[in-house]
């Protein structure tokens, strides 16, 4: 049986099934604890595991995170909140020097089983230092793994999977879509988990694929609906849900059953997620497509605040769909 | 020495307040009551769904910029971090600009693409505006170098607030600072909370924050923020120590915010008591201390208070109806002020692609 629950939700309940299957998960960063979580996703988890199993840390993300990973390297499972993933840069030097390479320095001898969560969007007028969308960023550093779940149950699932695997697992979600609901397994039911490395497809079609993850997902199912009512054209909708891994098998098998491809992505044009699975598309699977491959991306400059432009600026339905008519 | 114990001082007498007109003196009030209406009216505005983003009130904290900025000169500069409205109007930025920028508009002080985080007015020496805590550290740390390195007599004043002072880049700037002997004054603007963590659950510090400047050799005082006067007492020998002897100092004001962190802070009557919050706006309103002191001293009367308070009312919607009016941004504006070589057009801007849409 699925329940209901909001993406916020799901998450909140794959943080708890996981505390409470392994003693060694923590959950730190800034106002998780008392504060309930400055989005309100760890809301309750504090008054139920306390202080030593959920953090509250200062303002000092190149310093908790850091210890997050020293601890990690001991068996400590930590699960660290960036409040806006547009923080990684106080953190980089961690995120990336230490997390990503720390194994591959030590020949294998240390591991790295941390997760560092938070929502990475633009869309909420919040301008451009806490806009950045970093998942092609950190994907592009090998050592890293990174997700970005646009429905609930993806969210609960690749959480809980994050927290068992023995790398680093970045998981970039949405403040737009905490308030989602969403169909999600009931726990009654047995362990819920998704792997990370595998994409979904959200929508079955024959015309084009729409390749998409986080929320852009929801932006190109609402443009199938555009495409299909108004211009006949039956859109399919591949979810990556994981960036790095990244599952090449369902990309190639949707891209051989349409032969047309418009990758969605709200990263910036330059070196954007969209810009692999491209090269991947055309390195694989080149003499199935009958276009070329086009992208929505974001309009490539830092965020703009204005509340009258920002969505323009992002991927919109009605930008995927001005692009896909350029080939369909 | 605490805050507490110079309390009792009576720092209107200081020569450096002394000095003051009674003109001026009135001119810092009435600055004081501007910020605070026009806040109260982008509050309105806010929650009416006119203003995007987030929203971080400066209420209650008004003497801290107008006491430090009236200190300024020619070539002393600020900048602060993203609790950025009062140190805007203190500079003097109109309150048209920074309403039209909250209403992202093209007529806004950064045309729309900052915010409220964002304000920014190089012409007034105000550099911003900084949405990243403790960002803007090395930011007013550089601001100083500059100054001496073009051998201008003057002092950066760099606002942060006591959630920042546990940042790396923030004790990274204090050494360099004193090590490079660097003008800035640091000016710790502490309402007592980083966001919804009080500052006991926050922060590992002897006495105080501005004390871990001992660790680095460095200067520090302690300023209660509700008395206007002792601000500019204690930040004019900040000043001085930077301007004349290039030498930085760390001061804490001790202050505290009306509302929440922003006013999506839902949580801040929950972390706070009701009766931590009267007793402020009740025994330490910055505006109301200094009127009550401008009253005693014969400066002004509540007539003329009463004048002042419906001007800044009356100023404050004006710039409702500036923003209103004002024209939004276009799409093709979002590719504007990104490089500076492709806005001027120049012979760089024609080599190499600069911009990938498409």
Known sequence: MSRIISYREAIREGLDEELERDSKVVVMGEEVAQYNGAYKVTEGLWKKWGDKRIVDTPISEAGFIGMGIGASMLGVRPVMELMFWSFHSVAFDQLVNNAACVRYMSGGLCSCPIVVRGPANGGTNVGATHSHVPEGLFAAFPGLKVCAPATPADAKGLIKSAIRDNDPVYIMENTLLYGNKGEVPDPADGDFTIPLGKAEVKREGSDLSLIAHGRSVLQALAAAEILKEEHGIDAEVLDLRSIRPLDQEAILKTVKKTNRVVLVDESKPFGGVSAMVSTLIQDHAFDYLDAPIKRVCSIDAPAIYSPHIENEQLPNPKRIVEQVLTIA | ?358
């Open chain 2, 1 to 358: 020495m605490t805050s507490a114990e110079t309390s009792s001082l009576d720092f209107a007498s200081s020569p450096i307040n002394q000095s003051l007109t009674p003109e001026r003196k009135i001119e810092l009030l009435t600055q004081m009551i501007r910020i605070r209406r026009f806040e109260q009216v982008g509050l309105k505005y806010y929650q009416s769904g006119k203003i995007g983003g987030f929203l971080h009130l400066y209420i209650g904290q008004e003497a801290i910029a107008v006491g430090t900025v009236s200190l300024g000169g020619e070539h002393d500069h600020y900048i602060t971090a993203y609790r950025d409205h009062g140190h805007a109007l203190a500079v003097g930025m109109s309150m048209n600009e920074c309403m039209a920028e909250m209403y992202g508009k093209q007529t806004g002080c950064s045309k729309g693409k900052g915010g409220s985080m964002h304000f920014f007015a190089p012409d007034k020496n105000f550099w911003g505006g900084h949405g990243i805590v403790a960002g803007q550290t090395p930011l007013g740390l550089g601001l100083a170098y500059g100054l001496k390195y073009l051998e201008h007599e003057g002092c950066a004043l760099c606002f942060l607030g006591d959630g920042a002072v546990n940042q790396g880049v923030y004790h990274e700037s204090l050494n360099l600072a004193q090590l490079f002997e660097i003008p800035v004054v640091y000016v710790i603007e502490n309402n007592g909370y980083s966001m919804g963590t009080s500052q006991q659950r926050s922060s590992s510090f002897e006495g105080c924050l501005a004390q871990r400047a001992e660790a680095y050799g460095m200067a520090w005082d302690v300023i209660d923020g509700s008395d206007l006067y002792e601000v500019r007492a204690k930040t004019h020998i900040a000043m001085e120590r930077a301007r004349k002897e290039h030498k930085p100092t760390v001061i804490e004001i001790d202050t505290y915010r009306y509302y929440g962190h922003s006013i999506a802070d839902a949580n801040h009557k929950k972390y706070r008591t009701p009766e931590e919050i009267e007793n402020y706006k009740q025994n330490h309103d910055p505006i109301n201390v200094f009127k009550r002191k401008l009253i005693d001293e014969g400066v002004v009367t509540e007539d003329q208070i009463k004048e002042i308070t419906k001007a800044a009312a009356d100023e404050a919607a004006e710039s409702v109806k500036f923003a209103e009016e004002s024209p939004a941004p276009t799409v093709a504006d979002i590719s504007t002020d990104v490089y500076w070589e492709t806005d001027n057009d120049t012979d760089a801007s024609k080599i190499g692609r600069h911009f990938f849409n498409d």
